[in-house]
């Protein structure tokens, strides 16, 4: 009876044990547990206490398509939105500054030499330069109700509005004035009569610089390809250091012929009467007597020379302008260039438009 009673109470407290053994089991893990929950605990907050990098200055260069102060006028907004984007994307850029290059190819060179960070250039001027700029974007724009080869089809339907088509290219045209030469050059293709080269070489035109796609490079292999001439053979040409200065040349009839993107008479319209002083209309006075392929759309560029530039970094520009071109405010800003919206780009997109630059350097 004793050794039944003594084997009864040795089981009993060997349950004990085993249960005490369990607890101090279940609290460890719980312990482990708790601490597992810290650490993660102390993860995130770490996560959240991360700041952003740092910029103290970001530079934006414009080519001078429009007058230099129009652009920087128009494009001040541009400063605000570019610092609210680039923050949410990890950067805190301190200053944003806009410049407009004194030519086209003071950007590019401002590009190449790491003074300019972004610049926002057409596909000529990147071509040029594209040792020391690299495009990230293309801007895509509103096409044109005229888009024929014909110039006098251009002039049949005047004006010359948008159209609600997204398209990545357009067109340069040789647009005559109101002078008597003009008026001459313009009332032969209105006849459906053939241009000679002596009708384009005795007027007078402006071009613009020699890395212009509208201004220079299409409208000289059009020249090319129409005359086997191109524009460094004409007699009498006056480098322009702006469309509008062109225009305005255009109204006073002290050249007879401009080379421009196509809807620039639509940017010049109000300017035409009000600021040039003519009577009539830019429609009425102004023809299209020629048309050159299209161009592909201009460019954002970053230097591969600048100190920010990095792949993140580009990546955070290209995603910041395509966010901004989808905002009210956003989309009038860079409707100073006709731009409405961005897709993102590569080198080969413009390799056409080395393939222009070459047949254009071949014809000089």
């Known amino acids: 009876m004793k050794k039944a009673l003594v084997l009864l109470m040795m089981a009993f407290a060997l349950v004990i044990l085993a249960a005490c053994g369990d607890s101090e089991k279940d609290s460890s893990k719980e312990t482990n547990n708790k601490s597992t929950e810290s650490a993660k605990g102390n993860d995130t907050a770490g996560e959240s206490e991360k700041t952003n990098e740092t910029i103290d200055s970001l530079s934006i260069g414009f080519v001078p398509s429009r007058e230099p102060e129009e652009i920087i006028t128009a494009t001040e907004p541009l400063k605000d939105l570019l610092k609210t984007e680039l923050a949410t994307l990890g950067y805190d850029v301190k200053n944003v500054d806009i410049t407009v290059g004194t030519n086209y190819e003071a950007v590019g060179e401002g590009l190449s030499a790491g003074t300019i960070d972004i610049g926002l250039i057409p596909g000529g001027t990147y071509v040029l330069y594209d040792d020391g700029a690299e495009v990230i974007l293309t801007a895509t724009r509103a096409g044109l109700t005229n888009d024929s080869d014909n110039p006098k089809d251009w002039n049949d339907n005047k004006p010359t509005d948008a159209s609600d088509q997204q398209v990545t290219y357009y067109r340069s045209l040789l647009i005559a004035g109101p002078s008597e030469k003009g008026q001459a050059l313009a009332a032969k293709v209105n006849n459906g009569e053939e241009l000679t080269w002596d009708d384009l070489n005795n007027a007078s035109w402006a071009v613009m610089s020699s890395s212009s796609p509208a201004g220079y490079i299409y409208p000289a292999i059009w020249l090319g390809e129409h005359y086997d001439q191109t524009i460094t053979d004409l007699s009498h040409v006056f480098q322009a250091d702006s469309y509008g200065s062109a225009f305005a040349r255009l109204a006073a009839e002290q050249i007879d012929v401009l080379v421009a993107y196509a809807d ?99 014809l000089q």
């Open 264 to 362: 620039a008479r639509r940017d010049n319209a109000e300017a035409w009467e009000k600021d040039f002083n003519r009577s009539s209309s830019i429609w009425d006075e102004t023809n299209v007597i020629g048309v050159t392929p299209g161009i592909y759309n201009d460019t954002v560029s970053v230097s591969k020379n600048s100190d920010l530039m990095n792949d993140d970094f580009k990546t955070a520009i290209q995603t910041a302008f395509m966010n901004i071109a989808k905002t009210e405010a956003g989309k009038e800003v860079i409707s100073i260039y006709n731009h409405e919206g961005y897709q993102e780009a590569t080198s080969s997109d413009y390799d056409n438009e080395r393939k222009a630059q070459e047949m254009a350097r071949s």
